[in-house]
């Protein structure tokens, strides 16, 4: 059984969400990211998502863009992407690890080899540029060494293509909330809601919801729909906020997600999705 899928087992037989957790590896330093990643578990997140930098980081807005920035800044790479699990797994052999990015970086260090070289370290991939129509090969790459390809639905998702993704989607499903980049601040929960209504009748796969979840707030508005809700603008911020002062940094951190993650386990108007 794959980590993300004990994952989300783990915590149906519980009632509870998953607080999935989204920075970018390498901001402010790829020093730090180590130690961040480990905030970020000591304060609830049930999945990391790491953020691959990219000079050209189209889906996402300013926050994770200037995140970027400051990665590649300091030759941040996805070799070193991949050092800096390695280090995690050292300590932390459970906590299921998703990359996000762009497909060029992997093209670049060759898709099989890169699905060798994080087997075992890597439990899913989302490739943000990569449309299911083109990801067949990856896909089946990926499977071959027991990493789950993850793929975005947005609000304009049609029925057709919705069953294409689910055919092809392994680990979860990455619901887009609303259109548009990261780092908006409104959720329309109805419309989300009825989003994940029509997904679910493609498939009973988790499905997690981000873009516009920033705090305890707006992670419980949406959490009685899905099974889990990403953070990651919110944690950006805060990194880009205090820099290189990893006290504060994790400090904050800690403190924005453990409310978040109480929000998700205390509260009784949340419902378990099956």
């Known amino acids: 059984m794959s980590r993300i ?19 970018t590896a390498g901001d ?32 996402d807005g300013p926050v994770i863009q200037l995140a970027c920035e400051r ?15 390695k280090q995690f797994r050292q300590t932390n052999t459970t906590t299921p ?22 087997s075992g370290l890597v ?9 299911p129509e083109e990801s067949q090969q990856a896909a089946s790459v990926y499977k071959q060494y027991d990493i789950d390809t993850i793929y975005l639905l947005a609000p ?13 989607a392994s680990g979860f499903l990455y619901y887009v909330s ?15 809601e009825a989003k994940i209504d029509q997904i679910r009748k493609h498939t009973d796969m988790p499905i997690a919801v981000g873009f516009g979840i920033k705090d305890a707030n707006t992670a419980k508005l949406v959490a009685g729909c899905c099974n889990a809700v990403v953070v990651g603008s919110a944690i950006v911020s805060i990194i880009a906020e205090h820099g290189k002062d990893m006290p504060a940094t ?9 409310e978040i993650k109480d929000a998700l386990d205390n509260d009784e108007t949340i419902q378990n999705i099956a």
């Open 71 to 85: 990665a590649l800044k300091h030759g941040t790479s996805l070799k070193d992407v991949i050092g800096i699990v």
């Open 5 to 23: 899928q004990a994952c989300f087992e783990q915590l149906a037989q519980n009632n509870k969400k998953a607080l999935i957790s989204y920075i």
């Open 156 to 168: 304009t998702t049609s029925d057709q293509r919705i069953q294409m993704i689910t055919d092809l």
């Open 97 to 118: 690890v998703v990359l996000m990015g762009y497909q060029n970086p992997i093209e670049i260090f060759g898709v099989e080899k890169f699905a060798e070289t994080v």
């Open 123 to 131: 439990d899913g991939v989302i490739t943000v540029d990569l449309p």
């Open 28 to 59: 402010p330093h790829p020093s730090n990211t180590l130690e961040i990643m480990h905030a970020l578990t000591d304060a609830g997140t049930d999945i990391i998502e790491l953020g691959i930098p990219f000079s050209d980081p189209m889906a």
């Open 250 to 258: 994790t400090s904050e951190v800690k403190s924005l997600l453990r």
């Open 178 to 192: 609303f259109k548009g980049i990261t780092g908006a601040s409104q959720i329309d929960v109805n419309s989300v």
